[in-house]
């Protein structure tokens, strides 16, 4: 089982990134897959949550009419749309797959975890 995270990098505060996370050796369209990152010093928090079908979505506030979270089944593909980046958007994002997760901010309710991708917004 590998879930694959990339899309990261260098932006400048107000600027886009599109993150992926690409599975491979699970049933794809039976997990629900979550976003969570963390900044150094700081505890992993959950960000964003698409369900098996893509009909459901959950959002930290934080992040809310910023970041959109998609999915393609066909592709095995779950994305971040990160829009209006602030300063605070600093942190290693890892995405994660939960066959019960139903939305959980909990950590323990994943199944799989990705290998987190960088993402740095600059002043």
């Known amino acids: 089982v590998q879930l694959q995270a990339s899309g990261g990098g260098l932006v400048q505060a107000g600027g886009s990134l599109r993150l992926s996370c690409a599975a491979s050796?699970?049933?794809?369209?039976?997990?629900?897959i979550s976003w969570f990152r963390q900044a150094p010093g700081k505890e992993r928090e959950f960000v964003a949550y698409?369900?098996?079908?893509?009909?459901?979505?959950y959002y930290a506030d934080s992040v809310k009419g910023r970041f959109t979270i998609s999915r393609h089944n066909a592709n095995n593909t779950v994305y971040l749309q990160m829009n209006s980046l602030e300063l605070g958007d600093t942190a290693v994002y890892y995405c994660a797959a939960g066959r019960s997760a139903y939305g959980s901010r909990n950590r323990a309710a994943y199944d799989y975890w990705g290998q987190g991708t960088q993402v740095t917004v600059s002043s």
């Open positions: 050796g699970i049933a794809f369209s039976t997990y629900g």
């Open positions: 698409i369900n098996r079908s893509g009909s459901g979505t």
